[in-house]
């Protein structure tokens, strides 16, 4: 299915009451957000998409594709299925090795080049946690990181998924930037739903939800750039003291500080 465009009708919240959004419309290449307080509905927004709801769900949701319902037979069959869900959730319950659990899987979705796409796969999946994987382990012997790493990568790579929702992804690991950088080289449509300021900032556009309904549709303009700026920065000095708790490395605060001063100028300058 060659796909352009991803439409989300509005239905109704859980008062019953019309969603404030009427329309989303996603364009192939572009990264939206879903954000709002626990049980604002964002799952719920997700898996409409992952159903391609047709006014067939509790919020009343329409899913377009190019303009369109989807035809049933590509929603019943997982081989024409559009849709990649990430959830924090996921486990493995296979054990096979990963480079076969990964070979068996090429080989069903592309046919062609099986080795290529499971190193492809590897190396993406790398890039995105910290703690590499080894493609001799066990499926079941991943953390939490390397699971969803690597299900986002075969979804990218082997799946080839035009459209792909990951939820919550910054509780596991995975870094963040690094993470939006690969996936936009990839001609797909992402939908994330987080509470993480730098993935929401640095998508194109982002739902709020409250209250099962969509309030808000916020496209990223000059102004939040630079607030992404900056909150990039301070997530990367985050990140970086992070490592070294980990590592056991001892901490400067006048380090710190110096860090903490160069953000803020840098900020500032930039105005």
Sequence with gaps: MEIETLSILG??????????????????GEVASIVGPTGSGKTEFINDIERFANSNTPSGRR?????????EESIGDPSRNPVAL???????????????FLRIHSEIRRGADVASLV?????????????????????TELSGGQTRALLIADAVVIG????????????????????LDLLRRHRKIFVFVTHDPRIALLSDVRVVMRNGAMQKLIPKDARERRVAD???RLDDIILEYRAKIRAGE??????????????????????
């Design 86 to 100: 990430i959830t924090q959730h996921t486990n493995f319950l296979s054990d096979l090795p990963v480079r076969e």
């Design 160 to 179: 080839n998924s035009p459209i792909i929702l990951l939820d919550e992804i910054e509780n596991a690991g995975i870094h963040r930037t690094r993470a």
């Design 230 to 232: 900056a909150l990039s």
């Design 11 to 28: 239905g109704r919240g859980r008062q019953g009451q019309d969603e404030p959004v009427a329309r989303v419309d996603l364009r192939m």
């Design 119 to 139: 190193r492809q796969t590897v190396e993406f999946a790398n890039e995105l946690t910290g703690e590499a994987i080894d493609m001799e382990s066990a499926m």
């Design 250 to 271: 001892p901490l400067d605060d006048t380090v710190l500080g110096e860090r903490l001063t160069s953000v803020l100028l840098a900020d500032g300058g930039g105005r």
């Design 63 to 71: 899913v377009l594709v190019n303009g369109s319902p989807v035809p």
